[in-house]
């Protein structure tokens, strides 16, 4: 698991698949061998860390709108 510094760390993207109206806004991060996903407007509520085949599944059913 990640520890508290590699996620300050972490260089941190706007997912493309968060939406353009500012609402729904979504951060990735790498971290070998994970992705990390955190909500960009509130970053200290958590952070969700997940295998590459988690994330990969998780995209998929975003892209599902499920």
């Known amino acids: ?3 508290s510094q590699q996620l300050r760390s972490a ?3 706007k997912s493309s698949y968060s939406g353009s109206s ?3 806004c979504v ?4 971290l070998t061998p994970h992705i990390a ?5 509130n970053p200290e509520a958590g952070t969700l860390t997940l295998s590459l085949e988690a994330y990969v599944a998780f995209v998929g059913h975003v892209r599902a709108g499920r």
């Open 1 to 3: 698991m990640e520890t």
């Open 37 to 41: 996903v955190r909500d960009s407007k």
């Open 27 to 30: 951060e990735v991060a790498p």
């Open 22 to 24: 500012g609402g729904d």
């Open 11 to 13: 260089t941190w993207r």
